[in-house]
């Protein structure tokens, strides 16, 4: 079966770009989505089909995809984008998540 | 701005069902290009995909599940359900139910998620 792979953990200072990534085999013909989900509180999308993001997200949130790899970038990163980022794609009419990769500012 | 809220009980004994229903508030579950979804999370644990219905009536659900799933729609309440069949501890997990709305042609994505809700599976 399909799986999507992220690194369990991403730490980066203050004002920084952060990079979370996802691994499949060959995600980069699928759409990958990103999900923001701080303790407590329900997922957020922060990007759709690789790249776009959704209305009320800000513009350091980008998202890229290829080959293998997608990758979430946060540029500029703040101590409010702490928390869990789950990547996310379409195999056959099923919804994959990725497990997840906790995004510490420190 | 579309808004949903799961509800239903929070304890269920082994190899009872589970049912929980997600009402829909600010746009009609029958119109537009969307698909209504159930997702849930175990404590401390990544989000695992459930199934989803069209307005159509047209579900998919996760292989691993499918057995003991139904997503089913009630256009009448604006409400969409989930059953989960012959429950052990292992679905014990918050249940989150979302909105996927389509765009240009393709998944836009789980744009809008209920707060999520408790279950758990107990005697």
């Known amino acids: 079966s399909y799986e999507l792979t992220q690194p369990p953990s991403v730490s980066v200072s203050p004002g920084q770009t952060a990079s979370v990534t996802c691994s499949g085999d060959?995600?980069?013909?699928?759409?990958v989505f990103w999900y923001h989900q701080k303790p407590g509180q329900s997922p957020v999308l922060v990007i759709f089909q690789d790249d776009k993001r959704p209305s009320g997200i800000p513009e350091r949130f980008s998202g890229s995809n290829s080959g293998d790899t997608a990758t979430l970038t946060i540029s500029g990163t703040q101590s409010m984008d702490e928390g869990d980022y789950y990547c996310?794609?379409?195999?056959?009419?099923?919804?994959?998540f990725g497990g997840g990769t906790k995004l510490t500012v420190l | 701005q579309v808004q949903l809220q799961e509800s239903g009980p929070g304890l269920v004994k082994p190899s009872q069902t589970l049912s929980l229903t997600c009402t829909v508030s600010?746009?009609?579950?029958?119109?537009?290009?969307?698909?209504w979804s159930w997702i849930r999370q175990p404590a401390g644990k990544g989000l695992v995909w459930i199934g989803r219905i069209y307005t159509s009536g047209t579900s998919n659900y996760n292989p691993s599940l499918k057995s003991r799933v139904t997503i089913s729609l009630d256009t009448s309440k604006n409400q969409f359900s989930l059953n989960l069949t012959s429950v052990t501890a292992a679905d014990t997990a918050v249940y989150y139910c979302a909105r996927e709305e389509g765009y240009g042609g393709n998944s836009g994505g789980l744009d809008s998620w209920g707060q999520g809700t408790l279950v758990t599976v107990s005697s």
């Open positions: 060959k995600l980069g013909y699928k759409f």
């Open positions: 996310q794609a379409w195999d056959t009419s099923t919804a994959l």
């Open positions: 600010g746009g009609s579950i029958s119109s537009g290009n969307s698909y």
